[in-house]
């Protein structure tokens, strides 16, 4: 039998590790049995590093967290409903749930769940390299729970459901099964590939909430252009809408926008109004009311496509920095880097990046109160006189304040003609 004890201590903080053996001690007093669960036991196996612990109990999660909570000066937040817990202290957070088993009335739906075993608790769970678990109580300390042979699909590369319709009871899977083979660069194992593919139009069951959420999670991934691409390969992708392209254009795009954002990630946004840049106005308002997308990653789709029309104009190399300016202004800016990433024309791209790194920063320096103790009568041409100085300075015109005041004096000059 696999014992993870040694491995635990090795691959986790001093930290983590103190806190999982005071809980398992913490759960045999209370009559339970404490496990690790999930992607930390995947990612322990395959000496990765993860600090997203997941405990399980064969009790109540959250007499434990609660007990936990008294031993050091850490937030609780319960959720009685769900039976589950979260502890967090300095940069830390473990999260608790009560060990259950899962029933679907049907597709799709969120599931009916009762108390189970940690066995029962590993079946509901969506591919065998993720239903493993490490026992934490006392006696059985480190032992590894592997039920459903999640440890030889980790040896030889698979990603495979644990039964027959698991897609079908909930084809979010479908997408989390693609977002692991890219990750760790698996294989879906071929029962799972042909049910995944035959349960397709199940996704058509899933809310768009969690559709999105589940782009987010892909969206977080090192290399989600993998997932996508694949996802395309296997009729998943045109799910989110039937004009909907992953190819290699998009993995382009999502290369140079990873470059631009480092050593962060570009946003979600920034993701998605590159994934539909290639749909019209009318789809991308679909996928906007099919994802339900809140209102900044809306206006981000929108505005991307919408400047997409403009960029034939701004190709001109002609274009004035006021124009280019008038043009741009206005749009998201997440908007403005895709279709900067984005567009053909090297010319229009310039324009894009003058706009994002120089132009939007660009203000006069006099303003209405100034305009009016230099003698222009308080009046409302005086917000034109303002824009007019403001183009001015954008097509460097005027450099300085001493400049914007001499155009000003001309301008009251001339007014006095
Ligand atoms: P990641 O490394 O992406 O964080 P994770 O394995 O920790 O992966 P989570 O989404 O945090 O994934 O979920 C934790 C665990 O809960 C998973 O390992 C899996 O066992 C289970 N799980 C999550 N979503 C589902 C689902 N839709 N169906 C079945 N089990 C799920």
Known sequence: MTNLGSRIEEQLPAEMVNLMQTAGGIAAEQGGSLYLVGGVVRDLLLEKANLDLDLVVEGNAIELAKRLAGTKPARLTTHPHFNTAKLEWEKWGVDFATARSESYARAGALPTVEPNSIEKDLFRRDFTINAMAVCLSPERYGELIDRYGGQDDLEDRLIRILHEKSFIDDATRIWRGLRYEQRLGFQLEEGTLRLLKRDIPMLDTISGDRIRYELECIFQEEEPEKVLSRAEELGVLVRLHPEMKGNGWLADRFQAARKQAAPGLPSFGLYLALLSYRLGEEESEQLISYLRLPGPAARVVRDSIALKSSLRTLSYPELKRSRVYHIIHGYAQSAITANSLAVGSPIARQHLEIFLHELR?????????????????????????????????????VNSKADEEELVKEWLGEEQL
């Not at 209405?368 to 954008?394: S, T, W, Y």
């Open 361 to 397: 920063y660009v203000k006069p320096t006099l303003n209405g109160n100034d305009l009016i103790e230099m003698g222009f009568p308080p009046c409302p041409q005086i917000k034109e006189v303002l824009k007019l100085l403001h183009n001015a300075r954008l097509d460097g015109r």
